[in-house]
């Protein structure tokens, strides 16, 4: 696979199309528009968190576009809103996990941000680093159990999850079970504040692929399409029956952590503004610019939509009622269950 | 090196610097690691003891490594298939009996699982029975040797092809490797994780190969020569005492025996398969060497074995004869100042 340049050359698609190129780059407005929003939101005391994935927009729409819905299984980590998105998540959907009202797939009592969804195949998130692997890896395993080729698990985490251990079991049992499974990193280079050159001895996660025999590769996460390439093979690969892949797409974390951190404490504004002339909005507007893929009236004419989609979306979540306290364990156990009855 | 028997004339002696009392005492640690893990399943066998460990087919690799590690400045923290590496460094028959035994003059007082031994004074770690589990014990000793400044000192820490499946391995690893301490993890590869092969633990048979996911150097060297293992062991050993940074070696070897006395190698595994890499079974293939190259006579092989063998039986019995412990020392060695739980529930 070339590597796309995004600004000069030619553009390999990839076998994409016009709409589905544009198709991404709404996912990548919308998901930057949602997490403004979250962080407004959180400023002005509405919601009492929210998590920033600026940076990752390419690479999580380009994974979304490899993503089969109604067939493939999806286990994200906390920072994987576009790729949400991407699955077919609502705006709507993410705003209510953000405001915890009863009408979140959580009834409002998981984590901002933790969405989950049987419809679209998302399983539940965890706040634990790497907790979600080895789950992401036993339904990949009953995947192979039951005979259901055809389909994958896309599992997804940041670069400091990489150093747990949780990560490596998954790995090796993915790697010698051949299981349907694709892992897919987006190392943005910090692990809250680990930096990481303090996560890592060599800086290139795919290299740890071959110790586990399975396939590794590296790919530019700030390109949409090269993203979708990436993933797409190793998806294919993984419904084939021909066994998991690691997936490593370099991207950058603009914001802080969370609206909890305050990043100045251990990076410079500097570093962060350097970064910035990659940030992989702008750039992958340029590109449909460029090509005649899209207009500057279509470009704003999706931006106001976008927009206008946020605001109904918050507005609506915000007008909904909290959780009443009586269902507190709805979501818990099975049936009418309550401990206090027992 | 290669030892194969029929091609052994044609093979030089490739020393590594070490001198024939050097490949002598190499020798011994192996015939002697052999009786004593002979013993261990023979005190079993009668009733005397409720476990032994075995590692046949690992004389080699423990023997070679243990000439590597720097007695009274490296820190050894193995796992319980290491009774050669122990003896290696300094711990005696005597010693490792009483640990079968499980008597009260042991080093953890009879109550350690038995090949667990323990020794402050030859720098021998605590031995933990869970996969893994030492392993950013031993992570953690060569950051307190790098914190400290303690230069020219390194952990040389060991476990088996199982463990590297552990969460705990990969983390100790990457830490090593992020921090690089002075920390050697040796990958005594004998196929077998109890009842797992090698092929159901890994997708690929190389654990070396993992070393440069982690930025470390990696290498794998024949298990079944001492004296390989002794030149791998000992410049990675040389590296992280001078501020090098972590190595992982890999030695490939094999598990002769079953797991332990409490293990039927026969439910996964044929006699047959077993019985043809009995080939290589590096305690005759050094033997022969040394004879070969006339750093042994035939009669001082003999005389050594003779020796191994008294030496054993005497701590057998010497060990046997002690007294196992005390109930009222249950809490001896795990609080400092005598402190026992019942005498704080009575003062409540």
Not at chain 1, 8 to 34: A, C, I, P, W, Y
Not at chain 1, 154 to 183: I, Q, R
Not at chain 1, 220 to 246: C, H, K, Q, S, W
């Amino acid at each position: 696979m070339a590597t796309t340049d995004l600004r000069t050359g030619s553009l390999e698609r990839h076998g994409l199309s016009d709409e589905q190129l544009r198709d991404m780059f709404r996912n990548m407005l919308l998901q930057r528009q949602l997490d403004n929003r979250g962080f407004q939101l959180n400023r002005q005391g509405k919601v009492p968190f929210a998590l920033g994935s600026e940076g990752h927009e390419a690479l999580q729409a380009g994974a979304a576009m490899a993503f089969n819905r109604g067939r493939d299984i999806l286990a994200p980590y906390y920072r994987d809103l576009g790729l949400c998105l991407g699955i077919g998540l609502s705006p709507f959907e993410i705003l209510l996990s953000i405001f915890a009202r009863a009408e979140d797939h959580n009834g409002g009592r998981q984590f901002p941000n933790h969405y989950s969804s049987k419809a679209a195949g998302l399983m539940s998130f965890s706040s634990i680093l790497a907790a979600h692997l080895p789950h992401a890896v036993g339904a990949a395993f009953s995947l192979a159990y039951r005979g259901e080729t055809g389909r994958a698990v896309l599992a997804t985490c940041g670069d400091g999850t990489t150093s747990e251990g949780e990560w490596h079991e998954s790995m090796n049992f993915a790697a010698v079970h051949k299981l349907p499974f694709v892992m897919l990193v987006e190392n943005n280079e910090w692990a809250i504040s680990t930096p990481l050159e303090k996560q890592m001895a060599q800086p290139e996660i795919w290299k740890r692929a071959a110790g586990y025999g399975m396939p590794g590769r590296r790919f530019n996460g700030f390109d949409p399409i090269e993203t979708y390439a990436a993933v797409n093979e190793a998806m294919d690969r993984a419904r084939a029956g021909e066994g998991p892949t690691l997936v490593e797409g370099t991207c950058y974390r603009y914001l802080a952590h969370s609206t909890d951190d305050n990043d100045l404490t251990y990076r410079t504004r500097e570093v962060v503004q350097e970064r910035r002339k990659d940030d992989p909005v702008p750039a992958f507007e340029t590109v449909l610019l460029e090509r005649g893929i899209m207009s500057p009236e279509d470009v704003t004419a999706m931006r106001k939509d976008v927009l206008r989609e946020t605001n109904e979306a918050t507005d609506a979540a915000e007008a909904l009622p909290y959780p009443e306290a009586a269902d507190l364990y709805k979501h818990v156990y099975e049936g009418a269950w309550e401990p206090w009855q027992s | 090196m290669a030892i194969k028997p029929e091609a052994q004339s044609k093979v030089p002696l490739e020393r590594h610097g070490l001198t024939n009392e050097q490949l002598v005492a190499i020798f011994r640690t192996m015939l002697m690691q052999r009786t004593l893990e002979n013993r261990g399943f023979q005190l079993n066998r009668q009733g005397k003891i409720p476990f032994a460990s075995a590692s046949e087919g690992h004389e080699a690799v423990q023997a070679g490594a243990a000439m590597a590690f720097e007695r009274g400045k490296d820190i050894l923290v193995p796992y319980y298939r290491d009774l050669g590496l122990a003896l290696g460094i300094g711990l005696t028959p005597y010693e490792v009996l009483l640990s079968l035994f499980a008597r009260a003059a042991d080093h953890s007082a009879g109550r350690q699982f038995p090949h667990h031994y323990a020794s402050r004074r030859l720098g021998l770690h605590t031995i933990s029975s869970i996969i893994a589990a030492q392993l950013p014990h031993a992570v953690g000793a060569a950051f307190a040797l790098q914190y400290r400044g303690e230069a020219g000192r390194a952990v040389l820490t060991t476990f088996g092809d199982g463990a590297t499946s552990e969460g705990e391995w990969h983390e100790s690893v990457n830490f090593a490797a992020v921090h690089k301490l002075p920390v050697v993890f040796l990958c005594e590869n004998n196929e077998w994780a109890i009842s797992t092969p090698l092929s159901k633990q890994m997708g690929q048979p190389d654990v070396f190969r993992r070393a440069e996911g982690y930025g470390v150097p990696g290498a794998a060297v024949d298990g079944m020569d001492p004296i390989a293992c002794y030149a791998a062991v000992g410049a990675a050993m040389q590296r992280a005492r001078s501020g090098g940074g972590p190595t992982l070696v890999e030695a490939k070897c094999y598990r002769f025996l079953s797991h332990t006395t409490d293990d039927d190698d026969r439910t996964y595994r044929s006699p047959d398969e077993v019985q043809a890499r009995r080939k290589d079974d590096p305690v005759p293939c050094f033997e022969r060497l040394l004879v070969e190259h006339a750093v042994l006579s035939v009669e001082q092989v003999e005389a050594l074995k003779r020796s191994v063998l008294e030496e054993t039986n005497d701590a057998t019995d010497r060990a046997e004869a002690m007294a196992y412990p005390d109930a009222a020392d249950l809490y001896e060695k795990v609080y400092a100042e005598g402190w026992e739980p019942w005498t704080v529930q009575r003062a409540q």
